[in-house]
């Protein structure tokens, strides 16, 4: 079964590969939503993004203003997901998780020391890719969802943080349409049950520990939401009260 998981990105390559080749009708752009576009949320016309939250934690996925972000392809959206899902701050934000399961001892089959560490980081490094790939170019292609975060950008602090927190649950298509986030929800859904019954401890193989992985995964995504919401708008008053300080 590890074998066969490992060569899913693969297979799916190759399947997003030949879709893209595919003849495909004129694309749609998103219908406008309110905000403004940034140069560190959408630096080029397809909407991708070389920003980093706090300027460390890949923000590839997040547009500011959808006017001028056309829809994905499916290979696209699997170019986005791996460059967020491989990026080298993942694995140290993985190892933060880590150690804080260790410390808590969550899962005791995989039992402490260096062994217990390596077995626990394996486990959130294959729960976070796999729950990002499922989410956005597998579930997000077959239902023609768009996986990109687009940042509402005005209105009250309470306006704002709602809209990001509701992300988790309402997305919109590729051709901007206003969608239940089927992918978000589902694919979570899917991820946590094939990682919980196929490589974690075999005594937390359970439809329990499944909701717990399928939770937590909402919850990182939910916050994640809303760091990105709030983001551009502290990267543009440090930028500010960096140039007022150099000034000086």
């Given at each position: 079964m590890r074998k066969l998981c490992?060569?899913?990105p693969w297979l799916l390559v190759a399947l997003l590969r030949a879709q893209d080749q595919a003849p495909a009708g004129p694309a749609q752009a998103p219908a406008q939503e309110s905000g403004t576009i940034s140069n560190s949320a959408n630096n080029s016309q397809n909407g991708r993004s070389n920003d980093r939250?706090?300027?460390t934690l890949p923000n590839f996925l997040t547009v500011e203003g959808a006017d001028s972000a056309?829809?994905?392809?499916?290979?696209?959206?699997?170019?986005?997901?791996?460059?967020d899902a491989f990026d080298p701050v993942?694995?140290?934000?993985?190892?933060?998780q880590t150690g804080i399961a260790q410390a808590k001892n969550e899962e005791p089959g995989y039992g402490q020391g260096m062994k217990g560490f390596g077995e626990r980081f394996g486990e959130r490094f294959a729960d976070g890719a796999l729950q990002n790939f499922m989410t956005h170019p597998i579930f997000?292609?077959?239902l023609h969802q768009d996986p990109r975060y687009y940042q509402l950008g005005k209105g009250g602090f309470l306006r704002r943080t709602g809209y990001a927190m509701s992300r988790v649950l309402i997305t919109r298509s590729d051709s901007g349409a206003r969608q239940v986030n089927v992918s978000e929800i589902f694919g979570s859904a899917a991820a946590a049950g094939i990682s919980t019954y196929t490589y974690?401890?075999?005594?937390?193989?359970?439809?329990?520990?499944a909701a717990s992985v399928w939770g937590s995964q909402m919850l990182y995504d939910a916050i994640g939401y809303l760091a990105k919401e709030f983001w551009p708008d502290i990267h543009r008053k440090l930028h500010r009260k960096s140039e007022t300080a150099q000034a000086r």
């Amino acid at each position: 079964m590890r074998k066969l998981c490992g060569c899913l990105p693969w297979l799916l390559v190759a399947l997003l590969r030949a879709q893209d080749q595919a003849p495909a009708g004129p694309a749609q752009a998103p219908a406008q939503e309110s905000g403004t576009i940034s140069n560190s949320a959408n630096n080029s016309q397809n909407g991708r993004s070389n920003d980093r939250l706090f300027y460390t934690l890949p923000n590839f996925l997040t547009v500011e203003g959808a006017d001028s972000a056309p829809p994905l392809t499916p290979w696209e959206k699997f170019k986005l997901t791996s460059r967020d899902a491989f990026d080298p701050v993942e694995f140290l934000w993985y190892g933060v998780q880590t150690g804080i399961a260790q410390a808590k001892n969550e899962e005791p089959g995989y039992g402490q020391g260096m062994k217990g560490f390596g077995e626990r980081f394996g486990e959130r490094f294959a729960d976070g890719a796999l729950q990002n790939f499922m989410t956005h170019p597998i579930f997000g292609s077959i239902l023609h969802q768009d996986p990109r975060y687009y940042q509402l950008g005005k209105g009250g602090f309470l306006r704002r943080t709602g809209y990001a927190m509701s992300r988790v649950l309402i997305t919109r298509s590729d051709s901007g349409a206003r969608q239940v986030n089927v992918s978000e929800i589902f694919g979570s859904a899917a991820a946590a049950g094939i990682s919980t019954y196929t490589y974690h401890p075999r005594d937390d193989r359970n439809v329990r520990n499944a909701a717990s992985v399928w939770g937590s995964q909402m919850l990182y995504d939910a916050i994640g939401y809303l760091a990105k919401e709030f983001w551009p708008d502290i990267h543009r008053k440090l930028h500010r009260k960096s140039e007022t300080a150099q000034a000086r």
